[in-house]
């Protein structure tokens, strides 16, 4: 007999939002289907929700079809199983609970309001205790529980769990877990409107999609042991339950949105690639072993193994995100690069401005030297306007150039890059360096003073040539006049 077919299914609720950690179990998801060969699922469960959250599906499909986690089975390119959003599946939950009812494994509760809130009022610090309903429905006659279905009271389906002995699960990442019944709630299965609760059409969904592998984070730990109760009870196979590490803010916060951590349209708002996203995502609760960093979708369907999820808690390290930002910017093509670049040119430069300026030749600078796109308006900055830069600027210790020597390089630079036509990058450089083999000095004590007076700048993206083409030859010069004006007066003043 051939293996299983390994399936597994992302299931988001619909909250408008794709934070990391829920993107990171949809990518975990994927890559267990994948490795195997097997299907990945969407399931929208919009059970439970308090409230309609205009768009929120929408989020969803999109955050998949960037991230390339491409579904077999779901709501929008159907399958087998469907329907794939809970809301839609309604019909199939009341069923499965009579049918626990009548093994003995859930039964009818006709308690009221009243009754439930006064064994909550009765427990010696309500705030402290999770309410836990008193088992009084329990042992209901068959009789009893006919005649109050008859009169059309009100009910709810609970789960019964027995209250002694243990319940025992294996989780692949925490290993063997036992929990003593007698702490296990019976946990409401249909609700008084007839409607499952989340936590049961869960279950009955992944039974009834087939769902070989339950992926899913930490949080819902505590809840495994209620569940498993329920496979066994209606003797069904308990999938392989992978339940991932948290994802931390730092030693003690764990990543919430709560706390107005990144969701992943935030990342992308603030400048990160959807590949390092993923990539770095990966690698929070995952390593291959092995020193590698940097890999694409294939890559990590090949080499993820789940058995190499730990289990302590996993940093979100913005420095080591950018990091692989960077990588990831550096490996586009330039025309890639330049298109990304290019609304943040143009929340800077005036379309006039845009047009004196170079921006391909900005983007070749930029490309190798930043980290994520929204560092680009900051590093462009100079290209427009000219900073307001203090002489001590043309001091370079090593280039062993000061504002007096300076002053001397710019007057002879001027007049010579005044004569020149041709103004591009070879024209201006070898202008210049025969204007170095006249004066007989080192490169430095031309060049430095240049690529200063033309950027205002300590430091910038580029030296005195590249710069001075993307400038033009018109800005190019004023700046040089400009900066013969400051060392003037400042070293006369
Ligand atoms: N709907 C749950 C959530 O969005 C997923 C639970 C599960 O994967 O079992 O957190």
Redesign the pocket.
Known sequence: MSAKEVRT?????P?GYMHVG?LR?ALY?YLIAKHADGKFILRI?DTDQERYVEGAVDVIFKTLKMTGLVHDEGPDVGGPVGPYVQSERRGFYLEYAKELVEKGEAYYCFCDKERLDSIKDTSEDPSQKIFKYDGHCRNLSKEEVEKKLASGISYVIRQKNPTEGVTTFIDEIYGEISVDNSELEDMILIKSDGLPT?NFA?VVD?HMMGITH????N??LSSAPKYNRLYNAFGWDVPTYIHCPPIMKDAHNKLSKRNGDASFEDLLAKGYLKEAVVNFIALLGWNPGTDQEIFTLEELVQQFDYKNIHKAPSIFDTVKLKWMNGEYIKKLSLDEFHSMAMPYYEDVFSKEEAEKLNLPKISELLQTRVEVLTEIPEKVAFFKELPNYEIDLYTHKKMKTNPENSLVTLEEVLPVLENLGDWAFQSIHDTVFELIAQMEVKNGIVLWPIRTALSGLASSPGGAFELAEILGKEESLRRIRVGIEKLKSQLEG
Not at 9 to 13: D, E, G, V, Y
Not at 214 to 217: I, T
Request: proline residues 5%; charged residues 25%.
């Open positions: 299914r992302f299931a988001p609720s909250t829920n179990t998801t469960e989340y869960n992944d339950v992926v899913r984070g949080e819902y």
